[in-house]
């Protein structure tokens, strides 16, 4: 149980970094890395949300922003 859940703080962690790479880059041009890198940082994240059982509030909040992100980019 306590790997479960440190997975999950780890996966929040993750995602929050992936998201603030991202807000970062994305005030410059946007390229294929960035696609990859937030296709890894989802990727990252499903399987942490599949071995856990779920996400607790805050691990679904990161991913939250990280998918707002996202939807921001894909805009431009």
């Not at 990727?43 to 991913?63: K, L, N, P, S, V």
Request: no cysteine; net charge positive; aromatic share 10%.
């Amino acid at each position: 149980m306590q790997i479960k859940l440190e997975s999950v703080k780890l996966a929040k962690q993750y995602m929050r970094r992936v998201a603030t790479e991202l807000q970062t880059k994305g005030t410059m041009e946007k390229d294929s890395s960035m696609d990859y890198m937030l296709l890894q940082g989802v990727r990252f994240a499903f399987r942490i949300h599949q071995f856990a059982g779920g996400f607790d509030a805050d691990t679904m909040q990161a991913f939250e922003e990280l998918r707002n992100v996202a939807l921001v980019l894909n805009r431009k």
